[in-house]
């Protein structure tokens, strides 16, 4: 009995003119998608490459350790083919240097704001807009269309039971539009290979969980138009009733559940953030200065009234010491630079971890932006991203500091030993950073990508997986309890 | 006869139930959209002055001009908040020094990511997402409905001109849409001033152009509609061809678009011109040293303290004059050739995806907004024109902020320096492009609406003359 | 007796006249090549009611669609009041009123407000609601009914709608295609009089049925159609006394073992 329903829904589905038009669509546009999004990758690894490398023959070319720049880049993700989230709107690299703070910077948009006229278009964006609303389109009159049709009763005057009717029209629909959409998916997975993007078995791992979690939330569009369907008598209704909840689901709850957050939680704006940041350092750099105005008065103070060649004697003996003396003022300054800049920073995170946290939790409401939560966290393309690539920079940053420190100590010495040799007395002044041949970099630290493991990145989706099941059960179920009541007449 | 038909048609529609509860929603989202827009432009306005203060208050109590640390920022716009275009992705902190180029930082995207995620809500993408569908919604079944109900047969066992009858069609549902779509946008335009939006004379006429364009965007849709309504036999054929039609213009071939033109059209990344410029930076710096080093050779023996510092400065500015002119010849140079082909390319970009009016509406609204492409390269004008006069305003005070200083250790005495007086400092002011510009940037895209109008309308009249009523 | 009677004054006073609908050599062959409808002459006068019969795609409803201009005759030409067709539609039509087949008009509108806009689309723009109400109540709609939206209709309440909408335009001629589908008996029995009522107002009256018992009942005239083709003519005066529905079947039969392939098909429009 049960085949034989599940069988003629396929047949329903499978025949109906509007399938082959509707389904050539959606494998049109996800094998699209995929194809864009893998030429888009090589694309972007290729900048990604041409941009580290150009930044490591400038180390190479560097003559001095002191004027020497280095900026890291984000590593494009394989994954970003399939989720793009918000890796275009986040910074694609930061600067590292000792007197900046990291910062991620130039992100695609802002440098090619073409790209942000329209945004990209993703196998998540396929999948979150338009299979939604193709899933609608194939089941809003599953029940009432049935019952427009006279089917409905002429099925029921046979001995099946209401429950498994209702079951087999949701096995029957979800066999029939879930399986043809795995044809272009695998096809696009198999384009993958094809076309050589460099997938780790974590990456696949990732795929096949948003595979899996893309067609859950598909699910969830069937039991939804299952449930509409058989609460409205009429499938006119039903389909206006699904398109006006799919615009709130798909369109409005995300962006209103960012905007009410954004009201809700207030964070310090950046310019507040920077300013706070310049004002801590120009104080500091200000008792600095007069520390060492104080300084300087106290060390001649001893030669009041001195000639001046013994001031010179005087200074020429002192002046290591002094410098050191001034080195360790200026540096301990700096450390508490960074440290307040760091504090400030974590702060200003935490109120931005505030205001998304309550945002997402708002916009969960909608099984919309759940999916696109869990499959941008499977990607890797979350918002977490800027807190994990400016981690990761941040202790880069420490180690390459101190590796400058080390080596800028040893050119300075190296400096002053010529100096002295060349200059005999008069007037010193030193300019660093003006040598000709190129300082060794081979020892420099390098950035390593931070690394996201598998466990890491499925826990949280857990969540969301867990929700878009609940969603899908719900609907199931309310559902089931509105076609037990429902007048098939 | 007209009258009778536009009168039925206007009770049509206006009468369902489909009608109240898809125009209840599309008037919630409208009147929605005005208020989270009035709200982001006072955040966003309290920031920018926040930031304005803020960055004055911190070169307070300077004493030399020399050390202070200028930004400018990128005043929000209000219709910005309408038509949120590119403003959210484009830097809005640019770091003012006399010399070299300048760079727009701290995008809203980038500073939150949170906001990109999902975007904004605003008036455009209710426009663009909604209103089309809504428009589809009335117009799927305009004409195949009627003769699924039989009454298309009904009417015309009447005398009843074809030409009248589909005119009063495609006015009819035009008005019955319409007009009442009329009043949530003007209850949305009273609560601007009334959220502390200021409005002047010249955004009203943006906004009511903007609210054109709407109009238009919405005419597109609602005559596609009739018109295929008017090629097809069942009203469930049409409604799932503009479905497919929809999701093309509005969510595929702007998109595609873009990333087409990205692929046909080749421009060097940023860093690679920053690879060049550092490059030549770092040559030019050494013949710098090696020239400076010279010169104090040559000096050495100068025993004017105050001479030597004096020809010392001298030397070093004509130096600095020196790098900065071939600087910024490359720079230059090296620009336009990323703008050349950057502008190749967003011509090629935006030329297809005007094949979808969806494209068109969207860089109408954002070029009657001031959010436009437009808005990057105009902000980076003023910000340009803006440095030079910061730059000769620093030299009349004898300030540099880049290059040498000397940090003279020693026994000079030190005296009481005066505290810099900070409204000396030209202001910044970022004018967006003229009312009269704007419309004509967008009077093209405007063209192409009114052109789509025509034509589904043109075709709609034709394929219903030649229609099977039966 | 008398029924007899009245219906020869009926006929005889219909022959006098010229005749108000008239189909000469109406011929419609289909863009598919299919043959709609294959040299079909006869007249209908005024106070004349004339049925056809036939299965489906005979071409009846073809017919009725060459009259309304709803398509065009590849040869021939249907006349009404002497205007052809095709070639001044507007004119012909103002002479006409068509009741289709399952027609579901408006279903956002009350049966007055339905009534109100046909009524005047036909020209007619002095009716009241009483006179709404008094046509709906002549056709059989009770009085709740008739300020409820058709959405709630029964088919033959609907039926009924249109059969008013006819009434209302009161033009010299009327055309029914299966009038009587969706009615039931007693509403069937009603419209029957309804008719006999319009044929004394010396209405011309083509209609298309299935119903031969009906048809026998009311029609001054009977055509059978089979594959597009009049096959049978008879006034009811020459039926008086036969089994019409043995000739029918009889016609029917003959046909088809004379053109045993290609069954021609008509567009009967599809209303579900």
């Known amino acids: 009995m049960f085949t034989i329903l599940v069988e003629k829904e396929l047949k329903a589905i499978l025949q109906s003119p509007k399938f082959v038009a509707t389904f050539g669509v959606c494998s049109l546009l996800i094998l699209l998608s ?27 070319e560097a003559t001095s ?39 991620l910077e130039q992100s695609l948009y802002s440098e090619s704001p073409l790209f942000a006229v329209f945004r990209f278009v993703d196998f998540t964006f396929i999948v979150q807009v338009v299979l939604s609303l193709f899933a609608i389109l194939f089941t809003f009159d599953a029940i009432n269309g049935e019952r427009e049709r006279g089917t409905l009763k002429l099925a029921l005057s046979n001995a099946i039971p209401r429950g498994q009717y209702l079951f087999a029209k949701f096995v029957g629909s979800w066999l029939g539009l879930t399986i043809p959409l795995l044809i272009p998916i695998l096809i696009g997975v198999l384009l993958l290979m094809v076309l050589n993007v460099p997938m780790t078995g974590d990456d696949w791992a990732k795929l096949v969980a948003l595979i899996g979690v893309s067609i859950l939330y598909f699910t969830f569009f069937i039991a939804l138009s299952l449930l509409v369907s058989s609460l409205t008598k009429r499938s006119s209704v039903s389909f206006l009733v699904l398109l006006v909840v799919w615009i709130m689901l798909v369109l409005i709850v995300p962006r209103g559940a960012t905007m009410a957050a954004g009201q809700l939680v207030s964070v310090p704006t950046v310019a507040e953030n920077e300013s706070q940041k310049d004002r801590f350092r120009t104080d500091q750099q200000q008792l600095i200065r007069e520390w060492r105005q104080e300084a300087w008065k106290n060390r001649f103070s001893a030669l009041e009234g001195a000639s001046r060649e013994e001031r010179r004697a005087y200074y020429d003996a002192n002046k290591d010491e002094w410098d050191q003396e001034d080195r360790d003022v200026r540096e301990e300054m700096e ?38 939560l869990t499959a941008m966290n499977l990607g890797g393309t979350n918002t977490s991203i800027k807190k994990r690539y400016e981690d990761q920079m941040f202790a880069y940053r420490e180690s390459f500091s101190s590796y400058l420190k080390t080596k800028q100590e040893e050119e300075r010495a190296e400096r002053r030993r010529q100096a002295r040799q060349s200059a005999s007395g008069g007037r010193m002044i030193m300019f660093l950073g003006s040598g000709g041949e190129a300082v060794d970099t081979s020892d420099m630290p390098k950035f390593v990508d931070p690394v996201e493991s598998l466990s890491a990145v499925l826990k949280p989706s857990m969540i969301d997986f867990g929700l878009l099941s609940v969603f899908t059960v719900l609907a199931f179920a309310g559902a089931f309890v509105a076609f037990i009541r429902y007048d098939v007449r | 006869m007209f009258k009778l038909l536009l009168d039925k048609e206007l009770k049509e529609i206006v009468g369902t139930t489909k009608f109240a509860v898809t125009f209840g929603v599309c008037a919630v989202l409208i009147l929605l959209a005005f208020y989270v827009g009035a709200r982001n432009y006072d955040v966003s306005r309290q920031e920018y002055e926040g930031a304005v203060v803020e960055n004055m208050r911190q070169m307070e109590g300077l004493t030399d001009w020399g050390e202070i640390d200028h930004r400018i920022f990128l005043p929000p ?174 969510l595929i071939i702007p998109r595609a678009s873009v990333l087409i033109s990205g692929q046909a059209v080749d421009v060097p990344s940023v860093d690679q011109i920053d690879y060049e410029k550092s490059k030549y930076s770092r040559q030019l710096f050494s013949e710098r040293m090696n020239g400076m080093q010279e010169f104090i050779q040559e000096n050495r023996n100068n025993d004017d303290h105050a001479q030597f510092m004096a020809d010392m400065q001298e030397f070093m500015g004509q130096q600095q004059d020196d790098f900065d002119a071939k600087m910024l010849v490359l720079t230059e140079q090296l620009n336009e050739q990323r703008n050349n082909k950057a502008a190749r390319r967003q011509k090629f970009a935006l030329a297809l995806a005007r094949i979808s009016p969806t494209a068109s509406f969207s860089l109408a609204a954002a070029d009657l907004a001031s959010t436009s492409l437009a808005l990057r390269s105009s902000y980076m004008d003023a910000a340009n024109s803006y440095q030079a006069a910061f730059a000769q305003f620093m030299q009349s005070k004898n300030a540099d902020t880049q290059g040498f200083r000397f940090m003279r250790h020693g026994d000079d005495e030190v005296e009481e320096p005066e505290e810099i007086d900070l409204r000396e400092l030209p202001a910044f002011t970022y004018e967006p492009p003229d009312v009269s510009d704007a419309i004509g940037a967008s009077l093209p895209d405007l063209g192409l609406l009114l052109l789509f109008n025509i034509v589904f309308f043109a075709g709609a009249f034709v394929a219903f003359l030649k229609y099977d009523v039966r | 007796m008398e029924e007899s009677n009245r219906m020869e004054e009926g006929t005889s ?90 027609v579901m008009l408006y279903p956002n509108f009350t049966a007055i407000q339905n009534l109100d806009f046909f009524a005047k689309l036909g020209g007619k723009k002095d009716y009241s609601k009483d006179d709404y109400r008094d046509v709906l109540m002549r056709v059989g709609l009770e009085e709740v009914a008739h300020s409820r939206r058709l959405k709630g209709y029964s088919k033959g309440m609907r039926q009924k709608c249109g059969i008013a909408i006819a009434i209302l335009k009161d033009a010299p001629a009327i055309l029914l295609d299966e009038p009587t589908a969706g009615l039931d008996p007693k509403a069937g029995r009603e419209f029957i009089k309804l008719l006999e009522d319009l044929r004394s107002e010396q209405k011309a009256i083509l209609m298309s ?36 529905e043995k000739l029918y079947v009889q016609y029917m039969a003959g046909y088809m073992e004379k053109t045993p392939e290609s069954v021609p098909h008509e567009e009967e429009p599809a209303i579900s």
């Open chain 1, 34 to 60: 995929v194809f864009i999004g893998i030429q888009e990758y090589h694309a972007s690894v290729d900048q990604y490459e041409t941009a580290t490398q150009l930044v490591d023959q400038s180390l190479a």
């Open chain 1, 65 to 103: 350790f002191f004027a020497m720049d280095n900026t890291v880049y984000r590593k494009p993700s394989p994954m970003q083919i399939f989720v793009s989230g918000v890796s275009f709107d986040v910074g694609r690299l930061s600067k590292i240097s000792s007197r900046e703070d990291v910062k």
């Open chain 1, 335 to 372: 450390l508490s630079v960074t440290e307040f800049n760091r504090k400030l920073n974590e702060d200003l995170r935490n109120a931005k971890l505030e205001q998304e946290r309550l945002a997402f939790i708002l916009s969960r409401f909608s099984p919309s932006s759940a999916y696109q």
């Open chain 2, 77 to 250: 716009q209000p219709l910005a908040a309408l038509v949120s275009g590119i403003s959210n992705d484009i830097g809005r902190t640019i770091d003012i020094e006399s010399r070299g180029e300048l760079r727009a930082e701290d995008s809203r995207f980038n500073e939150d990511p949170i906001f990109a995620v999902f975007r904004f809500l605003d008036l455009e993408f209710i426009f663009t997402i909604v209103l089309s569908l809504f428009a589809i919604l009335f117009g799927y079944d305009a004409i195949n409905g009627e003769k699924e109900r039989g009454t298309l047969a009904l009417s015309f066992a009447n005398p009843v001109p074809r030409d009248q009858y589909v005119l009063a069609k495609l006015v009819g549902s035009f008005l019955a849409l319409v007009v009442p779509l009329m009043i949530p946008i003007l209850i949305g335009c009273v609560m601007l001033p009334l959220l502390g939006v200021p409005m002047d004379g010249d955004s009203w006429i943006r906004l009511a152009m903007v609210i054109f364009a709407g109009v238009l965007y919405f005419g597109v849709f609602l005559t596609l509609s009739v018109f295929i309504s008017a090629m097809t036999q069942h009203s469930s054929s049409s409604f799932l061809m503009l479905l497919v039609v929809w999701i093309f213009m509005v």
């Open chain 3, 13 to 102: 006073a219909a022959r006098n006249e010229a005749p108000l609908l008239e189909a000469d050599g109406l011929t419609k062959v289909y863009e598919d090549g299919t043959l709609g409808l294959n040299k079909v002459s006869f007249t209908v006068h005024p106070g004349e009611i004339y049925a056809m019969l036939g299965g489906n795609g005979a071409g009846k409803t073809t017919t009725i669609n060459l009259f309304l201009n709803f398509i065009e005759p590849t040869e021939g030409e249907a006349r009404v009041d002497g205007i052809v067709t095709h070639k001044e539609p507007l004119k012909a039509k103002e002479r006409l009123a068509f009741v289709s087949e399952n």
């Open chain 3, 209 to 244: 049925t299935h119903d031969i018992f009906r048809a026998k009942d009311v029609a001054d005239t009977i055509g059978i159609m089979n594959l597009g083709e009049l096959v049978m003519q008879r006034s009811a005066e020459e039926l008086r006394g036969e089994d019409l």
